[in-house]
């Protein structure tokens, strides 16, 4: 019975549950996956999730007080210097916003007075103050065929019905096509 083995698999030894170990080389197979195993996990994770978060608010914890310590050393004039500098880089903040916010405006009014509809010319002004020249091609495509559609839907509607069938009574009213269709009887 041994004799039908394949020598070129590896054999796998099997536990009393039926699980798989390790084969002949030492390597681990799969083991299938159960409850206890899924709980075992869970706890691996929580327990390292734990330890983390532990090591995160010591971090946090020792750079509170280095920062308390840094400011103590300060003197006041150099304490006022670091407030100064934050409300600075706040203002600095504050108006590159608003010159943002100027030139979204302006773009979106060029936009829309070339006749692009409100949402395509915010989209269009979003994408040309941030400099994404992609997105600004893609929402000009979208107004050329959304324009494109609305004039084709225009004119279809300006154009008279096609009479492609006869009728009879316009046959009769129409002097040629009587002369002709007598003609031709």
Do not use: C
């Amino acid at each position: 019975m041994e004799e039908n083995k394949n020598i070129n698999e590896p054999q796998v030894e099997e536990n009393a549950a039926g699980e798989t170990g390790t084969d002949k080389d030492g390597q681990e197979q799969e083991q299938p996956i159960t409850m206890e195993s899924l709980m075992a996990d869970m706890a691996k994770l929580k327990a390292e999730n734990a330890k983390n978060k532990l090591a995160l608010d010591k971090a946090l914890h020792n750079n509170g007080e280095l920062t308390k310590q840094l400011r103590a050393k300060m003197t006041a004039s150099e304490q006022e210097e670091a407030a100064k500098r934050e409300r600075e880089a706040a203002q600095q903040k504050e108006i590159e916003d608003l010159k943002n916010y100027k030139r979204r405006s302006e773009a979106r009014e060029r936009y829309l007075t070339l006749g692009m509809n409100a949402e395509h010319a915010k989209q269009a002004a979003e994408a040309e103050v941030a400099g994404d020249m992609e997105a600004l091609a893609n929402v000009q495509k979208l107004h050329t065929e959304a324009l494109l559609k609305s004039k084709e839907a225009e004119w279809l509607k300006s154009r008279p019905d096609v009479n492609s069938g006869r009728n009879e009574d316009k046959e009769a009213a129409d002097p040629f096509l009587v002369g002709f269709k007598s003609a031709t009887l």
